[in-house]
């Protein structure tokens, strides 16, 4: 494939298993007292912004914790915003596992959730069972094409995947408004939307009034899958030796460019399903511009619980549930929902601290 | 295509280059002790935002560009003291900047001004225009050169100024042997740590005059998504130059010169303008190929 280096690197360390601990707590328990402490500290950060600009903390705390809580509504309003969160969080997860950046799921959230559009207002003569399928296909498909191209750069040029994702997002973002604007332009719209798609392919509610949809389903088996992936699969195996360390991983016979490669695509096609699950279950159509850093957020949950599949689970309920009560805490105490933000940065600030720079070492030879 | 629409093409092209530049100049200096630096993009919004807010507040565009610089040094301080002295993994403390930018300025604006995503705050001008004597009077240079603001021809000193400090001042010169020969430097008796300080702080001054030119450089405008991605493409100008300030330079223009292109193509034909806009992020993506692209081949020949 490539000549690859002769020189061996005698300073590369062994994997990190060797890792001294002090503390013999279960790894489960640990991982999970250490996640909760990062997120006191973050609500701690997001209490001393709000008293600093003359907010009060606990209220806002207080009203996001009932409006996202306090009801069954409010409590399906959260898994329903934890939705795109539990994808993009289980893509962002195995490619860290991976010592890869891949922010490209936002992009293929766009272009799969028009995909996903597309088939719904084409093909309106479809049945259910048929369209449904259809349109969850056809945005895997397209959201793991759209991570493809940066997965290739990556494996086979060594180009930034952190930078060209970040850089094509703005592509997918702009193309999928162009769509929407030009050729699938809704005449007679305020907003820049596709027609509505076809009423068989709307996903069913699952606790209405809340807009919960059949896509959380689809949500959680993918994070099962993904566990399943990462923790009894080969494909697993390789992608935690990729990403513990790469020379290693390439002396026992692991392919690395295509394991890269595949945990980019699986991401892409993650992103789609994301985008797919908002159009057939929420909005009904594509809208311009519908996604806010959802990529980001799932970014931001894999780091929260240092890449473990089954935190990303109960991370990306929890971050649903602070997407969703925000809005309300917005209206109720004055505090704009901005403050999430705060707190997710305050998330990846102390995980980058922690991590340090044993777990992503990256070599970036000139 | 007369002299004048060209004229006013490259006039253009060095005003949208003038954010891209400082921003380059900054990543390359990070770049050039070993740190990618990702924060480009916050830090440059973190300075725009304190350009506006604070030049409001004092009613001059300078009191505004000297809050930016003091208050963007600061907060790239925290990265730095994160990353030099906590050994933070650089790539994610790098995405926590850009997050805490996004957060914390719209947050803000909110609290502040009541005002969601945007603020425009009135009896604020932006910073002067120099008129350069006697080039302004040449026939076609003067159109191109001359009537830039302030901080166009600050970049351009900058640059030069970069260029100078890496290979002429002794700062300058530790600073890369740290950045190629961290082992060396340090027998040599170079303060590591100090010099990872110097190369991300020169960063965040250089990254606050960057948002602040977007900001306050010609018109007077704070919104949430006005670095659109400047960062990223400043980072791909550093790919560009391979570390040299010129060839830096020079990858800003050709990325300026597609964002002027773009607003042409937009305002001068009916395409919709949604296809212009995306033809920066693909050129900077295609250059980015084409540079691994070249290393590749070079490489194999080499090995051959």
């Known amino acids: 494939m490539q000549a690859e280096p002769s020189q061996l690197e005698p300073s590369s360390p062994i994997p990190s298993a060797v890792e001294p601990k002090t503390l013999s707590l279960p790894p489960l328990v640990s991982s999970i007292l250490r996640s909760l402490f990062t997120l006191l500290i973050a609500l701690w950060m997001g209490a001393l912004v709000m008293w600093v600009s003359g907010k009060d903390p606990l209220q806002a705390y207080q009203a996001l914790l009932t409006t996202s809580l306090g009801s069954r509504t409010a409590v399906a309003n959260s898994l329903l915003a934890a939705t795109p969160i539990l994808f993009t969080a289980m893509a962002a997860a195995v490619a860290f596992r991976a010592g890869i950046f891949n922010v490209g799921a936002e992009g293929s959230l766009y272009l799969g959730g028009f995909a996903a559009a597309w088939v719904g207002f084409t093909f309106t003569d479809l049945p259910a069972w048929l369209i449904i399928p259809l349109s969850f296909l056809a945005a895997g498909l397209v959201g793991g094409l759209w991570c493809y191209f940066p997965a290739v750069l990556r494996s086979r040029l060594q180009v930034d995947e952190l930078v060209t994702t970040i850089l094509l997002n703005y592509v997918a973002i702009l193309f999928t408004e162009y769509l929407v604007n030009g050729p699938f332009l809704v005449p007679g719209v305020a907003n820049a939307m596709s027609p509505q798609i076809a009423p068989a392919a709307r996903l069913p509610r699952l606790l209405p009034p809340s807009q919960l949809n059949a896509s959380f389903l689809l949500a959680l088996a993918a994070a099962l899958a993904m566990i399943y992936l990462m923790t009894r699969s080969k494909l697993g195996y390789e992608i935690r030796m990729v990403g513990d360390n790469p020379q290693f991983a390439r002396w026992s016979g692991i392919q690395v460019a295509g394991v890269i490669e595949k945990v980019m695509v699986i991401g892409g096609i993650l992103g789609g399903l994301a985008g797919a699950g908002q159009v057939m279950g929420v909005h009904y159509r594509f809208i311009a511009g519908f996604s806010s850093g959802l990529a980001f957020t799932g970014m931001t949950v894999a780091l929260l619980v240092r890449n473990s599949p089954v935190g990303a689970l109960l991370a990306a309920l929890l971050f649903g549930m602070l997407r969703s009560g925000s809005a309300t805490m917005e209206i109720m105490t004055d505090v704009p929902r901005d403050l999430i933000r705060v707190l997710e940065a305050t998330i990846i600030f102390f995980a980058a601290i922690e991590f340090g720079s044993l777990v992503w070492r990256r070599r970036r030879e000139r | ?304």
């Not at chain 2, 719209?106 to 995503?117: E, I």
């Not at chain 2, 040449?138 to 603001?149: D, N, T, Y």
């Open chain 2, 1 to 304: 295509m007369n002299a004048d629409t060209l004229a006013n093409i490259l006039f253009a092209s060095l005003r949208v280059m003038t954010p891209l530049l400082l921003a380059a100049l900054a990543g390359l200096i990070s770049q050039r002790v070993n740190l990618l630096n990702i924060a480009l993009e916050g830090l440059m919004l973190f300075g725009a935002f304190f350009a506006v807010v604070f030049g409001a507040q004092f009613g001059s565009p300078w009191t505004g560009l000297l809050f930016s610089i003091l208050l963007t040094t600061l907060i790239t301080l925290i990265y730095a003291v994160a990353v030099v002295e906590l050994r933070a993994n650089l790539i994610v403390a790098g995405l926590a900047i850009n997050t805490l930018a996004v957060g914390l300025t719209s947050y803000l604006l909110v609290v502040m001004f009541n005002a969601r995503g945007a603020y425009s705050p009135a009896g604020l001008v932006s910073l002067p225009k120099l008129s350069i004597p006697l080039l302004a009077d040449a026939p076609v240079l003067g159109k191109i050169l001359s009537g830039h603001g302030v901080l166009v021809y600050l970049s351009w000193i900058l640059a030069g100024l970069t260029s100078l400090f890496l290979y002429r001042m002794p700062a300058g010169i530790h600073l890369r042997a740290v950045g190629e020969r961290p082992e060396a430097a340090e027998t040599a008796g170079i303060n590591l740590k100090a010099v990872q300080y110097l190369a991300l702080l020169l960063g965040g001054v250089l990254c606050a005059l960057a948002g602040a030119q977007l900001a306050i450089g010609d018109l007077t405008i704070f919104n949430n998504n006005m670095i659109n991605g400047r960062g990223f493409i400043a980072l791909a100008a550093v790919f560009f130059g391979a570390g040299k300030p010129g060839l830096t330079a020079v990858g800003c223009f050709v990325f300026g010169l597609f964002e002027i292109l773009q607003f042409r193509l937009q305002t001068s034909t009916s395409i919709p303008p949604q296809l212009p806009q995306m033809l920066p992020y693909l050129i900077v993506v295609l250059t980015l190929t084409g540079i691994s692209l070249q290393k590749a081949l070079r490489k194999k020949r080499i090995s051959v």
